[in-house]
């Protein structure tokens, strides 16, 4: 996606002989030819970068007094100032003031392509690195099972085009993680990624936060908001439990996706935005909408595409990978070594029902490395599980219950309750794989078919 550049000059010539310039290489130009234009520019919609002249033949507005204005409205948008009268003195004042740059006229074209790419340089990597902390940890992509291998899959088909989607799945199951993925494989990916916690504002912020304000009257002190929309012009928005955004509003983000303008609160025109959308929910879609919840019209504009994330129980063989990863990155930011984790702990995390999902996962792992005790050299056992696990898992303390029951059984019947329950919890433990867990256990896989027809198990999902 081309960036938005604003030219901001009051020599005609100059304005048209740069714009021409950083069109010739992609990018998307505006102009404007004195201070005033220049905020009108910024009102319709926030630019990508500036290029500003110092003098603009207007005292109220000359380029110093717009700087100011942008770097109090729109802090992270970059501006190169431009100047053919300018001293060391007019520059260093520039640069105090938050420029990013500074180039004298006349320049060099090579001079200025170089500073407006190094200007998306530095503002792309301030948003990587905003985007890099709240990703941290945040791997819910990691494994080989079969059905994340068939998400990956689907993340780097959707990347390739520009679709909606609506993004279901247990809480914790990374939805916001695989949008993020979407938008870094897609050709948006150096242009903003943002997130909208859909109800974590007040009702009454929340048209603020995604839309934004108007200026009111002609105050500079009272600066208009630019909204969550606006500032993701170009990159993907994400509205996280979608269903939480008030009705009235979800009108407005139907008339947001069917023609991409939007209103600024207290605004009489409209502002064009290209935003690519994904929206998500840990509820079942089709009930929100029979229930009031989700708009229809909203449903429909989403549902093209639908991604559903599986819960960890339906990807148990991926966590010893899940839990190496978590162990090496907590270990590492509590400055310790990683704990071992023997093979039958991992066999008792694996049949358990992980409710939480992966934020439950990571949670466990962080609580082993601080309160499972023991020689931090010696691997992890059973015993030193949680107590939610081990009074939960199949392979837990449900064995120990199990014992007194089948201690009193025949041997032939304490054997074939034993072997019933050992075959559930093995094939849980590899996702209802039935070649891998014939393979663990040492049987054939017609075997271990014959095994469970004659065990009577029947309710197990084979893959």
Known sequence: MAFDILVVDDERDIRELISGILSDEGYNCRSAADGVQALEEIKKRQPNIVVLDVWLGDGERDGLKILEIIKRDHPYVPTIMISGHSTIETAVTAIKKGAYDFVEKPFKTERLLMVVQRAIESSSLKRENDELRQRAGNSSLIGKSIVIEQIRNLIAEMAEGNSRAFITGQTGTGKESVAREIHRLSKRSNLPFSVFHCGSAHPSAIEVELFGTEIQGQDQNEPRKIGLVEKTHGGTLYLEEVQLLPIAVQGKIVRLLQDGTFFRLGAKDPIKVDIRYFASTSENLNE???????REDLYYRFTAN??????????????????????????????SMPRKISDSSLTVLQTYNWPGNINQLKNVVEWLLIMAGGDPAAAITPEMLPPEIQNDAPLGNHWQQ?????????????RETFEREYLLAQIQRFDGNISQTARFIGMERSALHRKLRALGVSDYREV
Do not use: T
Request: aromatic share 2%; no cysteine; net charge positive.
């Open 402 to 414: 199990k014992s007194a029951d089948i201690i009193i059984l025949p041997l032939r019947e304490a």
């Open 288 to 294: 929100l909408v029979q229930n009031g919840n989700l």
């Open 306 to 335: 639908h991604i559903r994330l599986p819960s960890l129980k339906e990807r148990a063989s991926d966590i010893p990978m899940l839990i190496s990863h978590f162990m090496d990155i907590i270990a590492k930011s509590r400055s």
